[in-house]
């Protein structure tokens, strides 16, 4: 059973660039959330998805975009990229099903480091 | 707004004993719930233990148990007969009970733990 898997492991793109990571979540969970990680802090809540469309979202401006797809996975789009955006941004998944309740154990991937020179 | 404090950076420990992870947090929910997670220098997120609001018996797995304080909002973590691989960055974190979208995690800063042979 494949767990939550993010790709490019590592980028690195230079100010003003966009970027677009991606993640498949756990066989199964059909929810993924998206965490930013800056160096020796903890992960800081960008947005969630669930049935295609953004459910919750932090405190990060409109350039931090998503999309989720029929099949679950996701991708993180960041536009006019800045220095402080460069950090190691977590994929997690969690399952919600059909009642609208949910198992609220989320499953991490191994990240993608972001070097934003 | 939830709040998650770990005010302690850093904290050694000698192979096989003992040691405690402290974290407070900040809310006005009465029902939640508490996580400790672990993040190994290979990046991976992983979930350790967690802790409903509504249970008053404190969580264990294993070697891990915590402390749970409702009234106190404190939640610590501790680590009986500590191994070489419990090194890792320690990261307690929130979660309002998930009704809908409510499912985001808040973390807190982290602590390194270093466990010494």
């Known amino acids: 059973d494949a767990g939550v898997t993010q790709s490019p492991t590592h980028l690195i793109k230079t100010r003003g660039q966009q970027v677009t990571l991606r993640c498949s979540p756990k066989?199964?969970?059909?929810?993924v959330s998206w965490y930013q990680q800056a160096l020796g802090q903890g992960p800081q809540f960008i947005f969630q998805?669930?049935?295609?469309?953004?459910?919750q979202r932090g405190n990060f401006p409109d350039r931090f975009s998503g999309h989720q797809f029929p099949n679950y996975s996701s991708e993180l789009n960041v536009n006019a990229l800045l220095l402080g955006d460069s950090a190691l941004y977590l994929c997690?998944?969690?399952?919600?099903?059909?009642?609208?309740?949910?198992?609220?154990?989320?499953?991490f991937g191994p990240g993608t480091r972001l070097t934003v020179l | 707004a939830q709040t998650v404090t770990q005010s302690q950076p850093e904290m050694s420990v000698q192979e096989a004993e003992t040691v405690t992870l402290s974290c407070t947090y900040d809310?006005?929910?009465?029902?939640?719930?508490l996580f400790w997670y672990k993040q190994p220098p290979s990046r991976q997120m992983i979930l350790v233990i967690r802790?409903?609001?509504?249970?008053?018996q404190n969580a264990t797995e294993n070697r891990f148990s915590v402390n749970f304080q409702k009234a106190a909002k404190s939640f610590s973590l501790k680590i009986s007969d500590s191994q070489l691989g419990d090194t890792a960055m320690y990261f307690c974190?929130?979660?309002?009970?998930?009704?809908?979208?409510?499912?985001?995690?808040?973390f807190g800063k982290g602590i390194t733990l270093s466990v010494r042979p």
């Open positions: 997690a998944s969690s399952f919600r099903g059909l009642a609208g309740g949910m198992r609220n154990e989320q499953f």
């Open positions: 066989s199964g969970h059909d929810t």
């Open positions: 998805y669930y049935e295609e469309e953004e459910r």
């Open positions: 809310t006005s929910e009465n029902n939640y719930y």
């Open positions: 802790q409903e609001a509504y249970k008053q």
């Open positions: 974190a929130f979660m309002k009970t998930p009704t809908g979208a409510n499912s985001k995690l808040t």
